[in-house]
């Protein structure tokens, strides 16, 4: 075997992980609808709701009108919509509701996602090793350091909840999340769209299709059946002695035998 790495193909990569995906989002759901249980997201949304729906009532507007829409209202019914929400802005029960639902909706996202990167990407390749998830185990897939060593707990933390889990999934669902509830600005969709095209560059302009979360931790994608991987660095240190030792002896075997 070669001391180099030996790259995991490029299908067997994505096929681990649209597996790994699939299971992943399985956890995450799950883990969400629980907590959404949990903390009675669906009856907060509905009490929210319900007082939107009297102050619009009241005020005789639809608080589901668009900006192109509410530029074509007369004078007299965008001052009526304005005071609709003054008058929602101002209600006290409205307000706290809505901030507990900004707050409860990244919670929901966040911890599952959290829980189950710490399970799948986590725990799991500590106890498989060799940094293997479900999808790599059964796509013969391995992660390693560039030098063949193998990698450890720390580094697996870096790359699996710090690179994946963190920064490249909770950060932007939490920017989606924040759009979605009026908060968002031009500073955190230049953040959102930066995370996708520097992974996607990584990606296809590196030789062995490094992802974001494989530079922060210094690992690569390999090939288990035909990687060799070490233990440590004094056994990857030892073996290259010995190669070297078995090599100079080669050498100087026709010598010998010549004399």
Not at 57 to 86: C, H, L, N, V
Not at 125 to 148: A, E, Q, S, W, Y
Not at 169 to 177: E, G, K
Not at 208 to 233: G, P
Request: with cysteine.
């Amino acid at each position: 075997m070669k001391v180099d790495v030996q790259k995991g193909s490029i299908w067997k990569r994505i096929s681990a992980f649209l597996f790994d995906g699939i299971m992943l989002s399985i956890v995450i759901m799950g883990l969400a609808t629980l907590m959404s249980w949990i903390l009675k997201y669906d009856d907060r949304m509905a009490a929210f709701n319900e007082i939107k729906e009297s102050v619009a009532a009241q005020y005789g507007i639809s608080f589901d009108t668009s900006q192109e829409e509410y530029q074509e209202f007369d004078a007299e019914k965008k001052a009526r919509f304005d005071e609709a929400y003054e008058a929602l802005n101002a209600n006290r029960e409205a307000v706290k509701l809505y901030s507990q639902l900004n707050v409860f909706a990244i919670l929901i996202i966040s911890l599952p996602m959290f829980l189950a990167f710490l399970i799948l990407e986590f725990i799991i390749p500590l106890i498989f090793k060799d940094g293997r998830t479900l999808g790599k185990k059964i796509f013969g897939l391995c992660v390693i350091r560039p030098n063949c060593v193998k990698i450890s707990g720390p580094v697996l933390f870096i790359r699996s909840i710090i690179g994946k889990c963190v920064i490249e999934l909770q950060i932007p669902a939490t920017i989606v999340i924040m759009f979605l509830f009026g908060k968002g600005n031009i500073f955190l969709a230049i953040l959102f769209f930066a995370i996708l095209l520097v992974n996607l560059i990584l990606f296809f302009a590196t030789k062995k299709h490094t992802v974001l979360h494989d530079l922060l931790s210094v690992t690569v994608v390999a090939d288990y059946a035909s990687q060799r991987i070490f233990e440590t660095e004094d056994e990857l240190i030892e073996f290259k002695k010995k190669q070297h030792e078995e090599e100079v002896q080669r050498l100087r075997e026709p010598e010998y035998s010549h004399i």
